[in-house]
């Protein structure tokens, strides 16, 4: 019949003690907001990096934006966390001076922080200090170098990349000025026209010295058979004497022709071995010309193919928000702290209550027997 009644005489027993529950929670709220008060202030700024994906807006080159995408992006967490990086920032803001002893470790743990939000392409850079615009300054700081060192490290390996397609072009247009050189060294010291034309014109010459040739042999060939026929008369001796010479000076004549054409022959052969070398020459630099222009067009079109396609290869860094300049401390959080204080001291004061009545009760029935036969 009367325990139905124990939590009333239970809110009877804490309603009797409410002083005590208000004096517990007040001196806590007072004890907290002095400490609250007394600790420095600390200020967070907290600055935002973007990250996009290789290839901008070009559909090709885009990446699929997918978990395991996003969950890779953390490693660039690493890249704004660097050591040396957060060492220069303080040497750069000058913060190493205003804690001489503490080592950069230390230092990192106490005023650096990074996050990247779930499902999210950003990296969110936060600075803690005691100095609300040096923690903003030093979250922009980070995040602005940040972006610089990424790019530095995405031209550093654009470089790489396209050090062995440079090295092919300088040497493709070396290889063709070369070329062109020669080419045109040969064409100021060789006269291949004038080359040309004595080889025509000797050949022409001794077109004209064998027609000669052939005359003087038809003409000997003449006489010598008149001189064979059978003459008669008192005239015939003379005409044979003058038949004879005719045929003696024709024979000379032929010798004279048939020395001067093999000369001319021989002349001709050796000019027309010179204009082939020459020819051959001017022809093998034509194709050397050609190839070595063929290979710098090939090695400018390679080149010029990669360093279009070095923008869609590295991932690209932008600062979405430099943050600004925080206007209320981040530590402590008086609010948060008088209501963690109030909640404590509240429930604590409670279980304390709560088992001074069960101990009281226990008492009780061991003094009232009557009062635990009711139980």
Known sequence: MYAGLDGLEFLEY??????????????????????????????????????????GNDPRAATAVSPVYLESLKTYELLASSDSLFAHA????????????????????????????????????????????????????????????????????????????????????????????????????????????????????????ETQLARARAELAEDSARQQAPASGTAAGSQAGWTQLDIAAERARVQELDAQDKQLEQQASQKELALEGLEHTRDSLDAELKAARAAEDAAQAK????????????????????????????????????????????????GFLTLRFACARIERAHADPVYSLRQ
């Open 14 to 55: 804490l309603w009797s003690r409410r002083w005590m529950l208000a004096a517990t929670c007040a001196a806590a709220l007072a004890i907290t907001g002095v400490v609250s008060a007394l600790l420095p202030s600390r200020y967070t700024a907290t600055a935002s990096v973007l990250i996009e994906p290789p290839g």
């Open 90 to 209: 303080l040497d750069d803001l000058q913060l190493r001076r205003k804690y001489p002893g503490a080592s950069m470790e230390s230092l990192k743990r106490r005023f650096l922080s990074l996050n990247k939000p779930a499902n999210t392409s950003i990296i969110e850079i936060s600075a803690t200090l005691d100095n609300p615009r040096q923690a903003q300054a030093l979250a922009q700081y980070l995040a602005e170098h940040t972006v610089q060192l990424n790019e530095e490290l995405d031209e550093q390996s654009n470089q790489e990349i396209l050090r062995e397609p440079r090295r092919i072009y300088k040497e493709a247009v070396a290889r063709r000025t070369r070329a062109e050189e020669a080419s045109d060294e040969f064409a100021r010291s060789t006269s291949l026209g004038t080359i040309s034309n004595d080889a025509t014109a000797s050949e022409d010459l001794r077109t004209e010295v």
């Open 303 to 350: 080149l010029a193919d990669i360093e279009a396609s070095s923008a869609f290869r590295g991932v690209l860094l932008k600062v979405l928000d430099p943050s600004i300049v925080p206007q209320r401390p981040s530590f402590p959080n008086i609010p948060l702290n008088l209501v963690v204080a109030f909640v404590f001291s509240l429930f604590a004061s409670v």
